[in-house]
């Protein structure tokens, strides 16, 4: 019988020590930036109750849902007409209570209404961590990725927007990736639902035109038609969709084409604000307003944030928005906040498409302890233990096998420098080093030695 070959599910991957220092680069960066501004790490399961999740997406997020069968025998009490009716919807609830997050943002929101007696308002907090979405696989896009957030709660200061950006701003500064931050505003969204004449229809013109950079507009018109939008609504929508000029521009035209509308006017000075406080930080990186910008997520009432990186073939990086009630599903109304979440898998991509990684990356061991035999390894342990508490990465070879068995190992790990310690070495305490690249040796004490490798 053939042995099954392992694998693992689409949409997921391996990482190899290499692959997890250029991660763990990405994450370091990122951190260090949420705690310079300020904000708290805080954890929460990967398994939420569905109750939680369902419902905060929108339609289509709750599709991308994967839910966890109940323990034990979950078919016991489901009715046997209902599992004859095929209908899987039904059955779900009755098998399913359980479901993997989609995101960090609605159980973030659970966390903070389960615990708002322990927090202190503004709560700024971060979050890195995976997340699972059953999509369909394709380039920079995983059904197990994470995600990397900071949010600020308890505030509707515009201020928090401005900082977000500056946050932005800093991290992709940091890791040498040119970007795009695109905003629009879910209230000029609503406002412009409005004047074309479909206010109970926002839902269905967002998921729709986020949808414009992916499928075009002839498809996007299409599909706001087969949503039930007149041909006279997505008519008098074109002008605005094709809006030119730059932000302030765009603003001077809107202000027009919204006048009548009094969410879609307060849209536009919340955007203006933003735009302002912006330009009075230096913020360096390129903000565009781009109207057909969405994020399809009901949840979000004002600012919306997308990234894009410019030099490489790749979707949104960075996004997020404010949400002025979520917490309100959850018992507890009127607390505002706004975040955005760094797309850790798509920044590996576009690192490594753009060659952006350092060459330092991988900090594995610095120093090889070469193996001679059982009491030169004794000896080595006690030096092992000197370079370690001075900070240095050092390992031993655990065989005294051949010397070039050792040094292959050395070179396929690229350890930098070897120590030998034979009898002359444990005599006189002078060690031999070598310089694995240049191929040069010296004698040396431990002390001289530490010095000689933290100076590499």
């Known amino acids: 019988m053939a042995v099954q070959k392992p694998s693992i599910p689409k949409g997921t991957r391996d990482f190899s020590p290499v692959e997890m220092a250029k991660r763990n680069y990405i994450f370091d960066t990122i951190r260090s930036v949420f705690k310079r501004y300020g904000y708290l790490p805080i954890e929460t399961p990967a398994m939420e109750n569905l109750s939680t999740l369902l419902g905060k997406y929108g339609e289509e997020g709750d599709k991308l849902l994967f839910k966890v069968l109940n323990s034990g025998d979950f078919l016991k009490d489901v009715n046997k007409d209902l599992l004859d009716s095929a209908d899987s919807n039904k059955v779900t609830t009755l098998i399913s209570e359980k479901g993997l997050r989609y995101d960090l943002t609605v159980p973030f929101a659970r966390y903070v209404v389960q615990h708002r007696n322990e927090i202190v308002f503004p709560f700024k907090r971060y979050q890195i961590q995976p997340v699972w979405r059953a999509d369909r696989p394709q380039k920079g896009r995983y059904r197990e990725f994470y995600q990397c957030d900071a949010d600020v709660i308890g505030s509707d200061s515009l201020f928090n927007e401005a900082e977000l950006l500056l946050m932005i701003d800093d991290v992709y500064t940091q890791l040498g990736i040119n970007v795009l931050i695109k905003l629009n505003n879910r209230k000029i969204l609503a406002g412009i639902a409005e004047v074309i004449g479909e206010s109970d229809r926002l839902v269905d013109i967002t998921v729709a035109i ?17 949503r039930g939008l007149s041909l006279d609504a997505i008519a008098r929508l074109q002008p605005i969709l094709h809006l030119k000029g730059n ?14 509308s009094t969410i879609g006017t307060k849209g536009l000075e919340e955007i203006e604000t933003v735009l302002d406080l912006a330009d009075q930080s230096e913020l360096k990186t390129e903000l565009e307003l781009d109207l057909t910008l969405a994020r399809g997520l ?9 990234v894009k990186a410019l030099d490489a073939q790749m979707g949104s990086i960075c996004g997020g928005g404010r949400y002025d009630d979520l917490t309100g599903i959850f018992g507890l109304p009127g607390v505002s906040g706004v975040g955005v979440s760094f797309g850790a898998e798509r920044i590996y991509d576009v690192l490594t498409e753009l060659n952006l990684f350092p060459v330092d990356t991988l900090t594995g061991t610095e120093v090889l302890f070469v193996n001679f035999g059982q009491k030169e390894a004794l000896y080595c342990l006690k030096l092992l233990t000197t370079i370690r508490k001075e900070g240095v990465s050092a390992e031993l070879y655990p065989e005294s096998a051949k010397m070039k068995k ?5 070179d396929d790990k690229k350890i930098p420098f070897v120590i030998l310690v034979g009898d002359e070495e444990m005599n006189t305490g002078i060690l031999t080093l070598k310089n694995m690249k240049s191929g040069e040796q010296f004698k040396l004490t431990i002390a001289e030695c530490i010095e000689k490798i933290k100076g590499n």
């Open 210 to 226: 986020d949808k414009l950079d992916k499928i075009g507009l002839e498809n996007v018109n299409k599909e706001l038609e087969e």
């Open 406 to 410: 050792q040094m292959s190992y050395a």
């Open 247 to 260: 932000n302030r521009e765009k603003i001077n035209s809107l202000k027009s084409i919204l006048s009548s």
């Open 298 to 306: 009901n949840y979000y009432t004002g600012a919306i944030i997308e």
